[in-house]
């Protein structure tokens, strides 16, 4: 069974059973963005250390990073977001994922933020 954590950056992800996790942005982090119209993807078999630059990103607004909530070898990368940034900004959570990884140190997971714990952030912002 999954879990899903998130960072007070809007980055979320969605650790699986077997030591891997998925990560992207939050539908809070794509709105307050707006359209993504670059998305750059690191290399499969990249090791990143936690908070290290995950992916980059371009929209009509501004330029930023994704940054790596945990630490972890990248598995896999959503290659169709290079050739359609937007599903970033139309499916946050489900097909505008970024990379997924195996997890260095799993109990980094642990300081990461619940869905509560997010949702209060989000309120505070308001």
Same mark, same amino acid.
């Given at each position: 069974m999954s879990q899903i954590k998130f960072t007070?950056?809007?980055e979320w992800l969605r650790i699986e059973d077997d030591g891997t996790a998925t990560i992207g942005i939050t539908d809070y982090a794509q709105n307050a963005l $707006?359209?993504?119209?670059?998305?750059?993807?690191p290399e499969v078999g990249t090791e990143?250390?936690?908070g290290a630059e995950g992916s980059t990103i371009e929209s009509?607004?501004?330029a930023?990073?994704?940054?790596?909530?945990v630490a972890g070898t990248v598995t896999d990368v959503n290659a169709?977001?290079?050739?359609?940034p937007a599903q970033a900004n139309?499916?946050?959570? $489900?097909a505008g994922w970024f990379i997924k990884i195996k997890l260095t140190d799993p109990a980094q997971v642990d300081a990461l933020l619940d869905q509560a714990a997010y949702d209060?952030?989000?309120a505070s912002l308001a």
């Open positions: 007070d950056t809007h $707006g359209d993504l119209v670059f998305v750059g993807l990143l250390a936690q009509v607004k501004a930023g990073e994704i940054h790596m909530p169709t977001l290079a050739d359609d139309s499916d946050p959570l $489900g209060q952030l989000i």
